[in-house]
């Protein structure tokens, strides 16, 4: 089957690794590389390599060969690119998060339904075996009842120009958040704290805690400051609970057979103390094996299978949309100083 061909717009520090990934897919063949700073784009498709570079997007869109663009400039910018693309009749692969805001997101997905083409979002951590394994394990019931999701992710970070700690890095726990979760469990409302301690003029620390139906609740710890790196995320059910530890390349997953539960109304008795119903369970912990793999090969992967197969991706617009719907509820709670703020999807 001819590759499908590919056009990269936006070649700073994250399109490169699109290009590279592109180069090495069989499935398809890198056309162009476009950079409002054609310099750029030229250091980045190499001096020698037949991939064309050019700073207009129209270069882009004119080409019959390019069957598709993968958007990698400042979220700001995502809607437009995303959009000439999709009214060229290109698929597009697009940088998370979606776009700057719920409503432009909206109206990307809107616009590729009505094109019929496939819009799809980078959401990255999604491709990696550790949450490919991490969904099979909730999925599963293999953790019981969620009860919690906790991740921290933390650093010390860029500080971006355009957004705040929030949109930069709590993108990818949202997308992981709505990857993993079972359908039946989705979230309501959120809350969200953040500090500027250095005075970057936007939020540099942000502590975001969604609760989801079910009782469930799920926090995320996003910060810039940190002098230590740490990638954790818990996830507790009544049965088990799992740990990933990202920078652990050993051990990313463990599984532990340990908890609490509260003994049922019948078993504590009317006259009995409460404590005396709650019991400790200390079992066996699991390590399941995981392949390593560069996840962006599986992103590439799935673009293309979406485009042959006509079939929404499993990270299409719709679940941009969804993590959106949580980014802009957080952003109106950080406003109003942490009130609970319920989601559009919610209401
Ligand atoms: N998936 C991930 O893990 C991951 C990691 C980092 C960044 N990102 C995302 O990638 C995107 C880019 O981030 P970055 O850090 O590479 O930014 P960057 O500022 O380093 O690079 C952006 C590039 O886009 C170019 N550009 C800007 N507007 C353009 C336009 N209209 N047309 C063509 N080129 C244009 C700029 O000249 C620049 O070279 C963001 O959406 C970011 O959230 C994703």
């Not at 001819?2 to 897919?25: E, F, H, M, Q, T």
């Not at 432009?104 to 550790?130: F, G, N």
């Not at 390590?287 to 673009?303: D, I, K, N, Q, Y």
């Amino acid at each position: 089957m001819k590759p499908i061909g590919v056009a990269v717009v936006g070649a700073g520090y994250w399109g490169p690794n699109l290009v590279r990934n592109i180069d090495a897919s069989p499935e398809m063949t890198l056309e162009w590389v476009c950079d409002v700073d054609v310099e750029r784009a030229r250091q980045v498709a190499g001096r020698h390599s037949p991939t064309r570079t050019t700073a207009a997007l129209a270069d882009v869109l004119d080409d019959p060969r390019v069957q598709a663009i993968a958007v990698a400039t400042p979220a700001r910018t995502h809607v437009d690119v995303a959009r000439p693309a999709l009214e060229a009749g290109k698929h597009v692969l697009v940088e998370k998060p979606l776009a700057a805001s719920y409503a432009e997101a909206e109206s990307l997905v809107r616009l590729a339904d009505q094109q019929e083409l496939i819009l799809m979002c980078d959401h990255t951590y999604c491709y990696t075996p550790a949450v490919l394994k991490i969904r099979e394990v909730v999925q599963s019931g293999m953790l019981g009842d969620l009860q919690f999701f906790d991740s921290v992710r933390i650093n010390l970070g860029l500080v971006q120009r355009d957004v705040d700690v929030l949109w930069d890095l709590a993108p990818h726990d949202l997308s992981i958040l709505d990857f993993v979760l079972p359908e039946c469990v989705r979230p309501q409302a959120v809350a969200a704290h953040g500090a500027d301690p250095i005075g970057a003029g936007k939020s540099c620390i942000a502590y975001l805690t969604v609760q989801l139906s079910g009782g469930a609740i799920a926090h995320a710890h996003v910060n810039w400051l940190s002098p230590t790196k740490v990638r954790t995320t818990i996830i507790g059910g009544s049965k088990r609970t799992l740990i990933w530890d990202d920078l652990n390349p050993s051990q990313r997953i463990s599984i532990f057979d340990r908890g609490v539960a509260l003994a049922g109304p019948e078993e504590i008795g009317t006259d009995e103390r409460r404590e005396a119903a709650i019991s400790y369970r200390t079992g066996d912990m699991i390590a399941p094996a995981l392949t390593e793999g560069e996840a962006l090969r599986g992103v590439m992967s799935e673009f293309a299978a979406a485009i042959r197969q006509r079939r929404p991706s499993v990270t299409d617009g719709r679940s941009g949309l969804r993590v959106l719907d949580v980014l802009e509820a957080a952003s109106a709670s950080l406003d109003y100083r942490g009130a609970v703020v319920p989601l559009r999807s919610a209401r």
